[in-house]
């Protein structure tokens, strides 16, 4: 019993420093940086005639828009959780968490948190796939699942995109 209460321990902390420490910021930084980087290497393919490598550029670009699109979100989620009384001063009775402003701003910033840690998951995925797909394009390792994938997700970003802007 004390072996698995030990390991499940290791386990939780191990995935706790993963996503909040500096392997997290890591891959929050490269998900910031997957667009311009993408744009770049686009940018240098093309006019020395390297058509071949521009797909893989492009998926970087649609995947950096994506990591971007779950930046703006989880950071919305973050500074509404956190400042919520001063973002949404308006009757609590109706509110999550209400009808007391201590409820509603505890229900709100409870629920920021598995958003965050989403967040850095989600921008992990994606910049996986991104160098998954710059691998491929250059020939050192094919995986025949990235291509079809960043597609889907960058179209799916889109959509996603799309609909939360007609709903503002």
């Given amino acids: 019993m004390e072996i698995r209460q030990q390991s499940h321990r290791r386990s ?3 995935f706790v420093s993963t996503t909040l420490g500096r392997p997290g ?5 490269r998900g910031i940086t997957l667009l311009p980087v993408s744009a770049a290497r686009f940018m240098r393919t093309v006019p020395r005639g390297r058509f071949a490598d521009a797909p893989a550029a492009l998926l970087g670009m649609g995947l950096g828009l994506v990591a971007w699109f ?3 979100i989880s950071t919305q989620a973050a500074v509404n959780g956190a400042l919520y009384p001063l973002l949404d001063a308006h009757d609590y009775q109706t509110s999550w968490g209400g009808p007391t402003l201590a409820g509603a701003w505890a229900a709100h910033a409870a629920l920021a948190v ?6 850095v998951w989600l921008l992990r ?3 996986a796939l991104g160098s998954y797909d710059q691998e491929s394009s250059t020939g050192a390792r094919s995986h025949w699942w990235s291509r079809p994938l960043a597609i889907l997700l960058a179209v799916a970003g889109a959509v996603l995109f799309v609909g939360w802007i007609n709903q503002l």
Avoid: K, N
Wanted: aromatic residues 4%; glycine residues 4%.
């Fill in 125 to 127: 995925g994606l910049v």
């Fill in 12 to 14: 939780a902390r191990s």
């Fill in 25 to 29: 910021q890591s891959w929050v930084r």
């Fill in 114 to 119: 598995p958003i965050l840690v989403a967040a």
């Fill in 70 to 72: 779950i930046i703006l």
